[in-house]
Each structure stands twice: as C-alpha cells, then as structure tokens.
C-alpha cells in the first residue's frame, strides 16, 4: 500500500502542451510538497502546501500551478510545456511544518518528465 | 547558491569496510539534517537524521556525525554491503522546508 503515490510515473509531451501530474497520500500527514530534480540532480522545492494553503512558492514559472482539493492531494499542471521542464519531479509529505524529531519527507518514487 | 554541498559524486567501497559520506552546508540557520537515500526509480527515502545539539547520532550501521564549528557533517555506513548501494542526499533545514544537496552515489563492490 503505496504511502505517497505519483501518476503517472513516465510522462512524454510535446512543446506546448499542457499536463498534469497527481499525487495522493495515505499517510494522514497535513503538508505536501513537490520537489523538482533537474539535469544536475539537485532536489529543489516548488511548492509546498499545508491544510490545503500554499506556504511555500518558490521562484516557478506562472506556468506551473498546484492544485490541492484535499490534505491528501496536490496536483501540479504545468502549461505550455517547454525543453527545459524535463526533469524528475517529486512528491512528498510531512507531518506539521516542523521537521524536528520527525523522519522528514515520505516521497512518492516521482514521476519523470519529458519534453521533446 | 549552494547552500548544502555534497563535493563528492560517487564512492566506490569494498564490501565489508567503511563508507564515508560528507557533506557541508553554509547556512547557520540549519539546525536538523537528515540523510536520505534514493534507489533509481525510487524516491528518495529517510535514513537517519541528527539535530544540532547533538554531534552523533547512530542507527544500527548507519552513524551520522556532525560538526556544526566545521558546518559539516558525515555519514558513516559500518559495514558496508552491497545492498547499500544507492544515492546518498544530505538535507538541512532550519525551519520546515528541506535544502537539499546534490547527492553521492555510493557504489558496495562485492
């Protein structure tokens, strides 16, 4: 029983096109996150959200947008698709915005992005 | 701005001997570090943490030391086995969002 899971796991798109990714968890945790892993490998945050309220933006493009209809939910559409948005992007959860004492993120295995 | 550097990108160890994995960070702000370990086509996943007032902390195999005057901090994997294989994050966070580093992949040769 999958604790955070991504759909769909593979995801090739033309330029310009606009998608979505899903993300649900099981976990009962209030905070959500997506996290971007670029070419080079860094993890970077883009969004994260608490009880349905977004707390962190990080410098996106306008054309990326989460969507969070539930605690258990955040979904990212991303519009106008463009080369460089190819990258792995993750999801993942907490317990509070407090990370002290508690083992962090629980991740979802990402789902990997192409833009041909 | 690379606020937690993991310098080395891979590690190549025997089986049975010690892997050693650093990272250092620049912001004083960070006061909990958690290193977590990512299989390809996985997510990352937890594997141990320490908090600032502590300079160790160990979990079975797994040791984390941390030197806060160094801002620095290591991951110590005693015996090492192939099974350990994977990439090694370093995160910080000094308040509830984790900053990443860039990852070690850690190689356990039979």
């Known amino acids: 029983d999958t604790a955070v899971s991504q759909t769909p796991k593979y995801l090739v798109t033309q330029m310009g096109n606009d998608k979505s990714i899903k993300c649900e968890q099981n976990?009962?945790?209030?905070?959500m996150y997506w996290y971007k892993q670029d070419s080079k490998k860094f993890l970077k945050i883009m969004f994260s959200y608490n009880n349905k309220e977004l707390i962190i933006n990080e410098t996106v493009p306008n054309r990326f947008s989460p969507k969070s209809p539930d605690k258990a939910h955040l979904n990212l559409h991303i519009n106008s698709l463009e080369l460089g948005d190819s990258a792995v992007y993750f999801c993942a959860s907490s317990q509070g915005l407090g990370l002290t004492g508690t083992y962090g993120y629980t991740f979802g295995s990402g789902t990997r992005l192409t833009v041909v | 701005d690379q606020q937690v550097k993991q310098n080395s990108p891979s590690l190549s160890v025997q089986e049975g001997r010690i892997s050693i994995l650093n990272c250092d960070y620049t912001n004083s702000m960070f006061d909990y570090f958690l290193w977590y370990k990512k299989y390809p086509a996985e997510g990352p996943t937890f594997l141990i943490s320490?908090?600032?007032?502590?300079d160790k902390n160990e979990d079975g195999r797994f040791t984390v030391f941390l030197n806060k005057s160094a801002k620095h901090l290591s991951l110590h994997i005693v015996p090492s086995q192939p099974g350990d294989s994977a990439v090694y994050f370093c995160a910080a966070t000094g308040s509830y969002q984790l900053t990443f580093g860039k990852g070690t992949k850690l190689s356990v040769i039979p």
């Open positions: 320490i908090s600032s007032i502590k």
């Open positions: 976990l009962g945790h209030d905070t």
